[in-house]
C-alpha cells in the first residue's frame, strides 16, 4: 500500500493502487464480518466496497488518503459494468502524458497488481500483455492504435467518468473511502436521537445497577488473572527457533519471482511449440519441442541461450531466480485447522487442491544410537498440491496462511493459456 497516489480528475480526489482481496462471504452481515477482520489483520482503516465486485479494497489513511476520497478501480469497475457488462476484463487507458491508468478484473475480483499508475505506454503494454498471457479476458479495452485483436477502444476518463457542467464528477456511495470499523463518534452522529433515549434511561438506573457491576468488575479481575496464568504457560511451550518457514520466502513472492523471470523469456518462438516451464531450486526452466522441422537457427535468434538436447528433440534456457527475503516467522496453527481452513478455501475459489498429512513417527533409531534422545520437533510439515490453475496469484491468495510456502510451480501451454502446477510445504504445530 506505500504505493497508493492520489490524483485529481474533474474536480475530486482519485485514490489508485488499493490493496485488493477477495471475499468469499455470501450476505451482507458475513462479508462485513470479514472485512472487519481482514482490516485488522491487515492493519488498514479505510476500504471501499464496489457493488460489481467480489472484492474489498483496503488502503490505510495518511496524507491525502481520507474517507471520502474516490477509489479509482471501484468508479472504473462500476462504469465498465453499466457501458459493456464486463465483469472481465484489462482496462487501460492514458490520464496525461507520460502517465497511464491500468485496471485488471478477473471474475469479479479486481487482481491484487490490477489497480496501479503506470509511467509510461510501454509500461501499460508490457503489463496488459503479461496479464493477457496469464488466463481467457472476456473484454479488452486499451487503445485502438495498439492493435490488438477483438479488443474494444478504450474510453478516456473524461468520457468513461464525464464532470456536470456546473460541478465535478459525480460520484456513487460505493465508490468512496469509508471506514473499517466505525467510531463510537460516528455511531453518535447517526443515532443521536435514539442513543439519547438509551442515555436517558441508563442514567435513572445507574445507581441500581452498581452493586451488579462491582460484581463483574471482581469476576473480570479473575478472569484476567486466569489468562495471564494461562498465557504464561503456553510460553514455556512456544516453539523453537530457527523454525524452517521463517528461512523461506513468503509463497506469493516466490510465485511472483518466478512470474517476472518467466516474462523475461519469449516463449512462442516461431516452429517450436512450448513444452513446459518449471521454477524449482532457484531456477527457471523454459522447454520447447520442434513443430515439424523446427529449425534450430531461427529458435536461436529468438532465444540464443537455448540449449539443444543430444537427439535434436528438445531445447530449453534456464534463468536463475532472483534472491528473494525469508518470509516472517509467524506461529502456525494445528494439521486439522490449517486442513479445514485451506480446503473450505479451495471449494469456494474452485482450485484443485489436495494436502498430505504430516509422517507420524519419529525414524528408526541406527546401531549404537539406542539410549540417545532427541529433543522432539514442535511442529510437523504437509505437503500440499495444486493442479489446473489458469491464475495462480489467486489460487496462492485464497490458500496462503501462516507456515505456508510454495517450493515449485510449473506449467503447461493448454487450449490457448498456462495452466499451472504448484506444490509446497504447509507447516503446522504438533
Known amino acids: 500500500m506505500d504505493h497508493v497516489q492520489v490524483i485529481s480528475h474533474g474536480g475530486r480526489d482519485f485514490a489508485v493502487g488499493l490493496l485488493w482481496q477477495p471475499l468469499s462471504a455470501s450476505n451482507a452481515g458475513e462479508r462485513q464480518t470479514e472485512i472487519k477482520g481482514l482490516g485488522k489483520e491487515l492493519d488498514v482503516n479505510l476500504h471501499v466496497l464496489p457493488r460489481e465486485a467480489q472484492c474489498v479494497g483496503f488502503v490505510k489513511s495518511g496524507g491525502e488518503v481520507k474517507a471520502g476520497v474516490v477509489s ?47 509511467s509510461s505506454e510501454d509500461a501499460a503494454k508490457s503489463q496488459m500483455y503479461e496479464d493477457s498471457s496469464l488466463g481467457d479476458w472476456s473484454n479488452v479495452i486499451v487503445p485502438s492504435h495498439w492493435g490488438i485483436a477483438d479488443s474494444i477502444e478504450s474510453p478516456g476518463l473524461g468520457q468513461l467518468l464525464p464532470r456536470k457542467k456546473k460541478g465535478p464528477v459525480p460520484v456513487q456511495k460505493d465508490w468512496q473511502l469509508a471506514p473499517v470499523s466505525i467510531t463510537p463518534l460516528q455511531i453518535l452522529a447517526q443515532h443521536s436521537k435514539p442513543l439519547l433515549v438509551i442515555g436517558i434511561a441508563m442514567i435513572g438506573g445507574y445507581f441500581g445497577l452498581q452493586y451488579i457491576k462491582s460484581y463483574q468488575r471482581e469476576q473480570a479481575i479473575a478472569e484476567a488473572r486466569r489468562v495471564a496464568q494461562q498465557m504464561q504457560a503456553q510460553q514455556k511451550a512456544e516453539l523453537p527457533r530457527p523454525r524452517p518457514w521463517g528461512e523461506m520466502p513468503a509463497p506469493l513472492t516466490a510465485m511472483q519471482a518466478c512470474l517476472d523471470t518467466v516474462a523475461q523469456v519469449p516463449l512462442f518462438p516461431g516452429n517450436w511449440d512450448l513444452s513446459g516451464i518449471t521454477c524449482s531450486g532457484g531456477v527457471v526452466i523454459v522447454a520447447w519441442k520442434p513443430r515439424g522441422l523446427g529449425w534450430i537457427d531461427h529458435l536461436r535468434q529468438v532465444v540464443p541461450q537455448a540449449v539443444i538436447s543430444v537427439d535434436g528433440s528438445l531445447a530449453s534456457v534456464t534463468r536463475p531466480l532472483p534472491p528473494l527475503p525469508n518470509a ?12 479445514s481452513e485451506m480446503y473450505a478455501q479451495a471449494q469456494r475459489y474452485g482450485v484443485k487442491f489436495a494436502a498430505k498429512p504430516p509422517s507420524i513417527g519419529a525414524p528408526a533409531s541406527l546401531p549404537g544410537q539406542g539410549g540417545e534422545k532427541s529433543e522432539p520437533k514442535l511442529w510437523d510439515e504437509m505437503g500440499w498440491k495444486v493442479d489446473g490453475a489458469t491464475l495462480p496469484d489467486v489460487a496462492l491468495h485464497a490458500l496462503n496462511g501462516n507456515g505456508f510456502r510454495l517450493r515449485a510451480m510449473s506449467a503447461q501451454w493448454n487450449a490457448g493459456q498456462l495452466v499451472w502446477t504448484m506444490e509446497g510445504s504447509q507447516y503446522v504445530r504438533k
Open 72 to 118: 479509482m478501480a471501484a468508479a472504473v469497475s462500476s462504469r465498465l459494468a453499466e457501458e459493456f457488462n464486463a465483469r472481465d476484463f484489462i482496462f487501460v487507458t492514458e490520464i496525461d502524458a507520460g502517465r497511464w491508468y491500468y485496471l485488471a478484473q478477473k471474475d469479479g475480483v479486481i487482481l491484487s497488481d490490477g489497480d496501479q499508475i503506470l
Open 328 to 339: 516472517s516467522d509467524e506461529d502456525v496453527a494445528s494439521a486439522n485447522e490449517r486442513i
